[in-house]
Protein backbone atom coordinates (compact mmCIF):
# COMPACT_ATOMS: atom_id res chain seq x y z
CA UNK A 1 0.00 0.00 0.00
CA UNK A 2 2.47 2.34 -0.87
CA UNK A 3 1.77 3.49 -4.62
CA UNK A 4 5.15 5.69 -6.02
CA UNK A 5 7.53 3.30 -3.90
CA UNK A 6 10.65 4.84 -3.19
CA UNK A 7 10.49 7.55 -5.74
CA UNK A 8 6.94 8.86 -3.93
CA UNK A 9 9.16 9.37 -0.39
CA UNK A 10 11.88 11.19 -2.03
CA UNK A 11 9.74 13.36 -3.58
CA UNK A 12 7.90 13.89 0.09
CA UNK A 13 11.17 14.44 1.29
CA UNK A 14 12.03 17.16 -0.93
CA UNK A 15 9.08 18.72 -0.40
CA UNK A 16 9.00 18.77 3.17
CA UNK A 17 12.43 19.80 3.44
CA UNK A 18 13.97 17.56 4.90
CA UNK A 19 17.81 16.99 5.35
CA UNK A 20 20.67 16.87 7.54
CA UNK A 21 19.39 17.07 11.43
CA UNK A 22 15.58 17.23 10.19
CA UNK A 23 14.11 16.05 12.92
CA UNK A 24 11.63 13.17 11.47
CA UNK A 25 9.32 10.70 13.00
CA UNK A 26 7.89 7.97 10.41
CA UNK A 27 4.60 6.59 11.63
CA UNK A 28 3.97 3.18 10.61
CA UNK A 29 7.16 2.67 9.88
CA UNK A 30 7.03 -1.44 8.83
CA UNK A 31 10.22 -2.54 7.82
CA UNK A 32 12.11 0.63 8.15
CA UNK A 33 12.50 1.37 4.73
CA UNK A 34 11.72 4.79 4.28
CA UNK A 35 13.39 5.48 8.27
CA UNK A 36 16.28 4.17 6.78
CA UNK A 37 16.24 5.96 3.14
CA UNK A 38 16.10 9.74 5.04
CA UNK A 39 18.61 9.05 7.52
CA UNK A 40 21.01 7.76 4.98
CA UNK A 41 20.78 9.33 2.07
CA UNK A 42 19.15 12.81 3.97
CA UNK A 43 21.26 12.38 7.20
CA UNK A 44 17.94 12.92 9.47
CA UNK A 45 17.64 11.71 12.67
CA UNK A 46 15.07 9.79 12.44
CA UNK A 47 12.59 7.82 14.96
CA UNK A 48 10.77 5.12 13.44
CA UNK A 49 7.49 4.43 15.18
CA UNK A 50 5.16 1.08 14.92
CA UNK A 51 2.16 -1.20 16.67
CA UNK A 52 3.94 -4.73 15.40
CA UNK A 53 6.85 -5.97 17.60
CA UNK A 54 8.02 -7.76 14.65
CA UNK A 55 8.00 -5.01 12.48
CA UNK A 56 10.12 -2.50 15.08
CA UNK A 57 12.54 -5.50 15.21
CA UNK A 58 12.94 -5.63 11.46
CA UNK A 59 13.41 -2.34 11.27
CA UNK A 60 16.27 -2.59 13.87
CA UNK A 61 17.73 -5.05 12.12
CA UNK A 62 17.82 -3.38 8.47
CA UNK A 63 18.98 0.05 10.39
CA UNK A 64 21.98 -2.16 11.95
CA UNK A 65 22.98 -3.84 8.70
CA UNK A 66 22.98 -0.22 6.92
CA UNK A 67 24.71 0.97 9.80
CA UNK A 68 22.46 3.70 10.53
CA UNK A 69 20.87 2.52 13.71
CA UNK A 70 21.49 5.41 16.47
CA UNK A 71 22.58 3.69 19.50
CA UNK A 72 22.91 6.60 21.89
CA UNK A 73 20.77 10.14 22.36
CA UNK A 74 23.98 11.95 21.32
CA UNK A 75 23.96 9.39 18.19
CA UNK A 76 22.57 10.49 14.95
CA UNK A 77 20.77 7.99 12.39
CA UNK A 78 17.47 5.85 12.93
CA UNK A 79 15.65 4.73 16.11
CA UNK A 80 12.48 2.48 16.36
CA UNK A 81 10.10 2.01 19.28
CA UNK A 82 6.63 0.34 19.26
CA UNK A 83 3.83 2.82 19.73
CA UNK A 84 0.14 4.30 18.90
CA UNK A 85 -0.70 6.42 16.45
CA UNK A 86 -3.40 7.62 18.24
CA UNK A 87 -1.34 8.88 21.41
CA UNK A 88 1.66 9.09 20.40
CA UNK A 89 4.87 8.81 23.17
CA UNK A 90 6.31 12.35 22.43
CA UNK A 91 5.84 15.94 24.15
CA UNK A 92 4.16 18.37 21.98
CA UNK A 93 6.47 20.31 19.26
CA UNK A 94 9.05 17.08 18.93
CA UNK A 95 9.52 16.54 15.30
CA UNK A 96 10.26 18.85 12.23
CA UNK A 97 8.58 16.17 9.85
CA UNK A 98 5.97 13.80 10.27
CA UNK A 99 6.04 11.06 7.46
CA UNK A 100 2.52 8.99 7.41
CA UNK A 101 2.88 7.14 4.18
CA UNK A 102 -0.06 5.10 3.55
CA UNK A 103 -0.85 5.18 7.63
CA UNK A 104 -3.81 7.39 7.39
CA UNK A 105 -5.75 5.25 5.01
CA UNK A 106 -6.03 2.73 7.73
CA UNK A 107 -6.71 5.34 10.48
CA UNK A 108 -9.85 7.28 12.09
CA UNK A 109 -8.69 10.36 10.81
CA UNK A 110 -10.23 12.79 12.92
CA UNK A 111 -7.85 10.91 15.65
CA UNK A 112 -4.55 10.74 14.32
CA UNK A 113 -4.48 13.48 11.88
CA UNK A 114 -4.59 16.35 15.37
CA UNK A 115 -2.20 13.56 16.73
CA UNK A 116 0.44 14.23 14.01
CA UNK A 117 -0.01 18.21 14.32
CA UNK A 118 0.62 17.70 18.25
CA UNK A 119 4.06 16.44 18.05
CA UNK A 120 5.04 18.86 15.14
CA UNK A 121 6.67 22.28 15.75
CA UNK A 122 4.76 25.19 14.35
CA UNK A 123 5.50 25.63 10.71
CA UNK A 124 6.43 21.86 11.02
CA UNK A 125 4.81 19.25 8.02
CA UNK A 126 3.14 15.76 7.69
CA UNK A 127 4.43 13.95 4.32
CA UNK A 128 1.58 11.57 3.38
CA UNK A 129 0.91 8.84 0.80
CA UNK A 130 -2.70 8.20 0.56
CA UNK A 131 -4.81 6.70 -1.40
CA UNK A 132 -7.76 7.72 -3.73
CA UNK A 133 -11.14 7.12 -5.00
CA UNK A 134 -13.53 8.01 -8.30
CA UNK A 135 -16.45 7.00 -6.20
CA UNK A 136 -17.49 5.83 -2.73
CA UNK A 137 -16.23 2.30 -2.72
CA UNK A 138 -18.57 -0.11 -1.89
CA UNK A 139 -18.50 -1.95 1.81
CA UNK A 140 -18.34 -5.72 0.20
CA UNK A 141 -15.13 -4.52 -1.88
CA UNK A 142 -13.62 -2.95 1.44
CA UNK A 143 -14.85 -6.35 3.05
CA UNK A 144 -12.74 -8.31 0.84
CA UNK A 145 -9.48 -6.14 0.89
CA UNK A 146 -10.25 -5.88 4.31
CA UNK A 147 -10.24 -9.87 4.98
CA UNK A 148 -7.03 -10.14 2.42
CA UNK A 149 -5.01 -7.63 4.24
CA UNK A 150 -5.85 -7.93 7.89
CA UNK A 151 -6.94 -4.11 8.33
CA UNK A 152 -9.43 -2.19 6.68
CA UNK A 153 -8.63 0.67 4.49
CA UNK A 154 -10.71 3.82 4.48
CA UNK A 155 -10.05 5.67 0.72
CA UNK A 156 -11.14 9.01 -0.01
CA UNK A 157 -11.41 11.13 -3.20
CA UNK A 158 -8.75 13.70 -3.68
CA UNK A 159 -11.34 16.72 -2.05
CA UNK A 160 -12.33 14.82 0.39
CA UNK A 161 -7.97 14.04 1.83
CA UNK A 162 -7.77 17.87 1.27
CA UNK A 163 -10.55 18.37 3.85
CA UNK A 164 -9.54 15.86 6.37
CA UNK A 165 -6.37 18.00 6.31
CA UNK A 166 -8.16 20.92 6.90
CA UNK A 167 -10.34 19.86 9.53
CA UNK A 168 -7.45 18.87 11.25
CA UNK A 169 -5.86 22.29 11.31
CA UNK A 170 -3.27 21.60 8.71
CA UNK A 171 -2.77 24.09 5.44
CA UNK A 172 -2.11 21.57 2.70
CA UNK A 173 1.44 23.22 0.91
CA UNK A 174 2.15 20.45 -1.97
CA UNK A 175 -0.45 17.65 -3.54
CA UNK A 176 -0.06 15.43 -6.17
CA UNK A 177 -2.85 13.28 -7.12
CA UNK A 178 -3.54 10.74 -9.60
CA UNK A 179 -6.31 9.31 -11.06
CA UNK A 180 -4.83 5.82 -11.46
CA UNK A 181 -2.45 3.18 -9.79
CA UNK A 182 -0.84 2.87 -12.61
CA UNK A 183 1.06 5.79 -12.09
CA UNK A 184 2.91 3.81 -8.92
CA UNK A 185 5.18 1.90 -7.85
CA UNK A 186 5.60 -1.42 -10.60
CA UNK A 187 6.14 -4.50 -9.37
CA UNK A 188 9.56 -4.41 -10.17
CA UNK A 189 10.02 -1.41 -8.29
CA UNK A 190 8.26 -2.61 -5.50
CA UNK A 191 10.94 -5.83 -5.23
CA UNK A 192 13.86 -3.01 -5.87
CA UNK A 193 13.03 -1.14 -3.16
CA UNK A 194 12.23 -3.76 -0.84
CA UNK A 195 15.78 -5.14 -1.30
CA UNK A 196 14.05 -8.39 -3.22
CA UNK A 197 15.52 -8.20 -6.28
CA UNK A 198 18.52 -10.75 -7.70
CA UNK A 199 18.80 -14.01 -7.88
CA UNK A 200 19.13 -15.01 -3.89
CA UNK A 201 15.64 -12.75 -3.38
CA UNK A 202 14.07 -14.73 -6.31
CA UNK A 203 14.96 -18.01 -4.96
CA UNK A 204 13.53 -17.36 -1.52
CA UNK A 205 10.57 -16.08 -2.56
CA UNK A 206 10.38 -19.16 -4.68
CA UNK A 207 10.87 -21.48 -1.56
CA UNK A 208 8.01 -19.55 0.16
CA UNK A 209 6.11 -20.21 -2.89
CA UNK A 210 6.36 -23.73 -3.17
CA UNK A 211 6.57 -24.13 1.09
CA UNK A 212 3.78 -21.93 2.79
CA UNK A 213 -0.28 -22.70 1.05
CA UNK A 214 -1.00 -18.96 2.82
CA UNK A 215 1.56 -17.53 0.44
CA UNK A 216 0.15 -19.16 -2.51
CA UNK A 217 -3.08 -18.12 -1.08
CA UNK A 218 -2.61 -14.50 -0.75
CA UNK A 219 -0.68 -13.83 -3.77
CA UNK A 220 -3.79 -15.47 -6.26
CA UNK A 221 -6.71 -13.90 -4.44
CA UNK A 222 -4.42 -10.29 -3.63
CA UNK A 223 -3.93 -10.05 -7.40
CA UNK A 224 -7.24 -11.32 -8.43
CA UNK A 225 -8.94 -8.58 -6.31
CA UNK A 226 -6.74 -5.71 -7.20
CA UNK A 227 -7.25 -6.63 -11.01
CA UNK A 228 -10.88 -6.42 -10.73
CA UNK A 229 -10.73 -3.24 -8.53
CA UNK A 230 -7.56 -0.73 -9.17
CA UNK A 231 -9.92 0.70 -11.63
CA UNK A 232 -11.60 2.41 -8.34
CA UNK A 233 -8.08 3.55 -6.88
CA UNK A 234 -5.42 6.44 -7.63
CA UNK A 235 -2.78 7.93 -5.21
CA UNK A 236 -1.91 11.14 -4.26
CA UNK A 237 1.08 12.58 -2.31
CA UNK A 238 0.47 15.18 0.22
CA UNK A 239 2.44 18.03 2.39
CA UNK A 240 0.70 19.64 5.00
CA UNK A 241 1.89 22.48 7.35
CA UNK A 242 0.80 23.12 10.66
CA UNK A 243 0.58 27.02 10.61
Do not use: K
Request: overall charge neutral.
Amino acid sequence: MHPGGLDATRQLAAWAGVGPGTRVLDVGCGVGQTACLLAGAYRADVVGLDRSARMVARARERAGRRGLLRVSDAGTGATFLEGDAYALPFDEGSFDVVFAESVTLFLDRSRVLPELRRVLVPGGRVADVVMTCHDPVPEDVLDRFARLEGVRMQPLSAAGWTEAYGAAGFEIERADFHPSLSDGATVSTFFRDNGLAGLRAAARLAGLWLADPAVRAYVRDGSATWREHRHRFGFGLIVARRP
